[in-house]
């Protein structure tokens, strides 16, 4: 009794040194519950949704009424130079706002601006003007900006827009019935003196002239938009975005009609010119996607992004078969020699034989085992970067919607794995019976770095 009794005694001491984890604890949990019953869900960073409604309702702040349009840079499978889009001479926002970019954006070159097309939710427009573009041929300026816009459709520079974090896609038909669809769209497209049809003038029969460029300037946006519960209605969220661009040549800019002949820019240009933007949009309700699966129909609209899995595990088991096979050969050939060797009699002298001829070359240091030790060490850095990095993307942790996340994600695990490579560096030199353990922790950690550097600030300038 004695025993149980200080036994008893020593637990209400235990018991005060535990309430003080055990309230932080209990505090955590409750947090966590009550963040869990007030978003009802949880998200990611940079994936959380957008709740949109009409103007009479958007002034609760749970949902938004306006719906901004975003640009990001201009590139061309054509050439390696992509432009921001303010570089060339379109609308320009008038409110103009950046959002925030992440450092694998950046690293990306990706620039994303405003744009001067701003919709309400589940308003119709029909025909509405962006703004006006004039080119006097007198003016040197003019015909400066008139040129690079003409250079840009020749090297069929595509736009890209963003809508709600989605991709504006552009879907053309093809044989069989099926559609290609593409996140970008050109900014127009180009006849030859020849009468040969490039890029997007071969799907529009209304191109036909020779030695003229036709201009996009009018777009046809719909957008896709689900209800996710019945309980708050009007509140919805935006599932998908498609876009027509159209050529038009608006002769009247006060009656716009968004119909006619296409807009014509000639090779030669010998005359003022006058370019309207324009725009029409609309919204449609799809109950069968959800927000969560928003981003699959542009993965099933696009027959080059399909991973051939098969050809994948095919590759992959032939591999292991034939190192499989040469394993074994290698195996059997040093079983047979060890076992000759350990037959003969070690007082008669014989030669080295088989394998023991090369026991020479094969255990002597190498002469740049430096740099064997230190590439060694930060290709060991570069491989655990891939594998982790691959294996958060297929968890679902880098989502596309979250832009940027793969290359951040990349870096900063590139970063945090300089420890191992440091280990596997210096291993290998002390293996390599190397002395300047020094110099390889140097050379370990800016050999390659510095050289990347060099190059990107070389590039730079």
């Known amino acids: 009794m004695s025993t149980r009794g200080s036994q008893m005694g020593t637990n209400p001491c235990r018991l005060r040194l535990a309430l003080p984890g055990l309230r932080w604890l209990l505090g955590l949990g409750l947090f966590l519950g009550l963040q869990a019953v007030r978003s009802e869900a949880f998200y990611l960073p940079g994936l ?47 409110g103009k706002r950046n959002p925030s970019e992440n450092l694998g954006q950046v690293l990306f070159g990706e620039r994303i601006t405003s744009s001067p097309y701003k919709f309400s939710f589940n308003k ?28 840009g459709m020749q090297l069929n520079y595509q736009h890209h827009w963003i809508i709600d974090n989605m991709p504006v896609i552009w879907c053309q038909d093809i044989e069989d019935g099926r559609k290609y669809c593409s996140p970008g769209f050109p900014i127009g497209c180009f006849i030859t003196k020849t009468g040969v049809s490039k890029d997007a003038c071969i799907i529009h029969s209304d191109f036909n002239k020779s030695n003229t460029f036709y201009l996009f300037n009018h777009i046809d946006i719909t957008i896709t938009y689900h209800k996710e519960s019945e309980r708050n209605w009007g509140v919805v969220r935006l599932v998908a975005a498609r876009l027509d661009p159209q050529s038009y040549k608006h002769s009247d800019e006060n009656n716009l009609t968004c119909s ?51 050809s994948i595990m095919n590759s992959f088991v032939i591999i292991l078969f034939l190192s499989g096979m040469v394993a074994m050969i290698l195996l059997r050939t040093l079983h047979r020699d060890i076992i000759r060797y350990n037959q003969i009699n070690p007082e008669d002298i014989q030669e080295d034989f088989g394998w ?11 002469k740049r ?41 990349a870096v900063v695990l590139w970063i945090l794995l300089g420890t191992p490579a440091g280990y596997v560096s210096a291993r290998m030199y002390k293996t390599l019976k190397g002395v300047n353990w020094k110099t390889n922790f140097l050379l370990t950690a800016l050999l390659c770095p510095g050289l990347v550097l060099l190059l990107l600030f070389s590039l730079h300038n």
């Open 260 to 310: 006619g002949p296409p807009m014509e820019i000639s090779g030669e240009n010998t005359e003022k010119l006058n370019i309207t933007y324009t725009y029409s949009v609309r919204f449609e309700e799809n109950k069968n996607i959800r927000w969560a699966s928003r981003w699959d129909y542009i993965l099933e609209s696009m027959p080059h992004t399909n991973i051939q899995w098969f």
């Open 48 to 94: 959380a949704p957008v709740n949109f409604c009409e103007a009479a309702a958007g002034k609760n702040a749970a949902c938004k009424s306006s719906i901004p349009l975003f640009v990001n840079r201009l590139d061309s499978a054509e050439s390696v130079l992509p432009y921001e889009y303010n570089t060339f001479d379109f609308c320009q926002a008038s």
């Open 356 to 366: 023991k001829l090369v026991h020479g070359d094969v255990f002597r240091p190498p």
């Open 369 to 409: 085992r430096m740099l064997l030790s230190v590439f060694l060490g930060q290709g060991t850095q570069i491989l655990i970067m891939t594998f982790v990095t691959l294996f958060l993307a297929c968890l679902g942790f880098l989502s596309p919607a979250n832009r940027g996340a793969l290359m951040t994600c």
């Open 124 to 151: 119709t427009e029909t025909c509405r003007k962006v703004c006006v573009k004039s080119y006097d041929t007198e003016n040197d300026n003019h015909m400066r900006k008139l040129a690079f816009l003409k250079k």
